[in-house]
């Protein structure tokens, strides 16, 4: 490892604690009795993870409450370190001036790091090695003279296995925050099943007092955690019946379950997943609305093994939310009328054309429920406008996973059955479920048509079998592929997405032979590197790439050996 890792913690002195106990306990048989002093406490909050990630900021989504391993309680930190990001999990504590605080937590699985920034005084840190059963990590930390708050955090190493954290305590003077409630919350009444559609349930509830949130469960599995006493459960099948209890949450921990009720979902409406003329095998390319030393096109010129073709990008306006398109002069069309011709005469020949909302510099936030209207408005606007099939969610700089779906459901109803609705997430961001893109997209998998993650400009991650791979590989096409298909998106919702030459990305460009191997691995079984996935997938959607300018500027080398491949998947 280059990183130069935290020192290992001292040995701890107790004699001398002892000691003073003893001294002080002597004297008080005929000192003067001294001013009460308030007990110590734990002043962390939800320092066992019952209340899920509640007062917990983790990096790069990286950390997830689990039900096992467990120390005490119901849950336990997980954090999983993938790439650069060490999956570094923290809260600020309330401390009191020049007093001394005892921290510690409980860890197990990698190698694991326990530590106290802002102290005023001496930072700390102590570490395990990792450990495949619970030990515990302790050390103390002096406040400065000034200081009333103290960062706590724990995080794992770059390129390890994910580590497991419970019971964490930061032991010592009140310091005005107070400690985690001592009751757990009652149990929620009144579950109640509202509108119903074929992919779709309202659930509404009474609220429970002293509850900071609640848990939805369906069919015995959590799917839902939100703050209000009412959600809607999505992704669900058409004629379908769902048995719901929700569960209510604070600091101190998760109340039983509700009493459940059951709903049917109903037989037909809802979304088109793969809608408009998308086929059962697509090949996707990003054309590009600017000139920047790849082969300048005009929609006309795209090759026509492209199915999806994502015009890149739209901008944003000074309203938040709101997008418009802007056609650049540089890529030669003489009129905005030319353009809409191209599109129709795309849609003549099956094709589907769509607007990419983001990129790299993309600065569209979607963030409240006045720009999550505001985005479905513009968008369904500019669909009218210009003819476009749908939107794609390249939203390179962060998205807010319950505005976004918010959005999109609005678009959707606009639109209809026939909307293309595509992402291109980062590598990054389709390790866990619990990351803000995978959680869109599995919110809004009744409507959604692929996600082409960009498996390049990456680095090392972790594929479904928990093992780290590096990019330019087979491996790491299907390995990290693994993880959004076993992990709730339908094959044909999963695409490889890929630079069409050296000069479409900084890294990760791999040959097309290795992405047509990828290809074949995962739908086939054959042409795998080492890794294998324990079962195929034949209606994986296929494969996009960055760009097709780009790939005209070599040739078409891409899309002429990846497309036939694509096109003759099973």
């Known amino acids: ?78 954090g999983t370190p993938s790439g650069q990001d060490n999956a570094k999990c923290s809260q600020t504590v309330a401390v009191k001036p020049n007093s001394t605080y005892t921290l510690s937590s409980w860890v197990q699985g990698g190698y694991a790091y326990l530590g106290a920034s802002g102290t005023g005084t001496t930072d700390v840190s102590t570490w ?57 919350p009652s149990v929620p009444t009144g579950l109640a099943v509202g509108a119903t559609t074929s992919s779709s349930v309202d659930l509404s509830w009474t609220p429970a007092s002293t509850a900071s949130g609640y848990n939805v469960y369906r069919d015995g599995t959590k799917v839902a955690s939100v703050t209000g006493a009412s959600t809607t459960v999505t992704g669900l099948a058409a004629s379908t ?81 709101q997008i418009t398109f802007n056609l650049d002069p540089a890529v030669g069309y003489a009129s905005v009328a030319d353009f809409k011709a191209d599109i129709a005469a795309k849609h003549a020949a099956g094709k589907s054309v769509i607007l990419s909302v983001g990129g790299e510099k993309g600065s569209i936030s979607v963030n409240s429920d006045a720009s999550a209207t505001a985005f479905a408005n513009s968008a369904y606007a500019l669909m009218q406008e210009y003819g ?106 999963v695409g490889l997405g890929v630079p069409a030459s050296t000069r479409g990305a900084g890294s990760g460009y791999v040959s097309p032979t290795v992405v047509n191997n990828a290809l074949d691995c995962l739908t086939r079984g054959t042409g795998c590197g080492s890794f294998k996935p324990a079962k195929t997938y034949p209606g994986l959607r296929g494969a996009m790439t960055w760009s097709t300018n780009w790939d005209a500027t070599a040739g078409n080398a891409w899309s002429n050996a990846v497309g036939p491949k694509v096109h003759s998947l099973p």
């Open 1 to 78: 490892m280059h990183r130069a890792r935290h020192g290992r913690p001292g040995v701890r002195r107790w004699l001398g604690g002892a000691l003073a106990v003893t001294s002080a306990a002597a004297l008080g048989v005929t000192a003067l009795a001294a001013p009460a002093q308030a007990a110590d406490v734990n002043v962390a909050k939800n320092a066992g993870f019952e209340a899920d990630l509640a007062n917990w900021t983790c990096t790069a989504g990286s950390g997830a409450a689990v039900s096992s391993p467990v120390h005490g309680g119901a849950k336990a930190l997980r």
């Open 128 to 184: 395990s090695p990792g450990s495949s059963s619970w030990q515990q990590l302790t050390t103390s930390f002096k406040t400065g003279a000034n200081t009333t708050s103290v960062t706590v955090y724990t995080h794992g190493w770059y390129g390890q296995s994910a580590y497991y954290v419970d019971d964490v305590s930061v032991y010592g003077p009140d310091g005005g925050g107070g400690s985690d409630p001592v009751e757990i």
């Open 241 to 321: 019946s769902y048995s719901f209890q929700v569960s209510a949450v604070n600091s101190a921990g998760e109340s039983a379950k509700s009493a459940a009720v059951t709903a049917k979902t109903a037989a037909t409406g809802g979304g088109n997943p793969g809608g408009g003329t998308v086929p059962k095998h697509a090949l996707t390319g990003y054309w590009q609305n600017f000139d920047n030393g790849a082969t300048v096109q005009k929609l006309r010129d795209v090759q026509s093994q492209y199915d999806i073709i994502a015009v890149s990008f739209a901008d944003a306006t000074t309203t938040p939310g």
């Open 388 to 493: 476009f099939d749908g939107v794609d969610i390249d939203l390179e700089n962060g998205l807010n996973s319950t505005y976004m779906t918010k959005a999109l459901r609005q678009l959707s109803a606009k639109a209809g059955s026939k909307l293309v609705l595509t992402m291109a997430p980062q590598t990054i961001d389709m390790q866990s479920t619990s990351g803000e893109y995978f959680k869109t997209a599995l919110n809004v998998k009744d409507i959604l048509t692929v996600v082409n993650m960009q498996y390049y400009n990456s680095g090392s991650m972790l594929g479904c079998d928990g093992k780290v791979y590096s990019q330019g590989s087979v491996d790491f096409l299907t390995a990290l592929a693994c993880i959004q298909l076993e992990g709730g998106l339908d094959p044909s919702q």
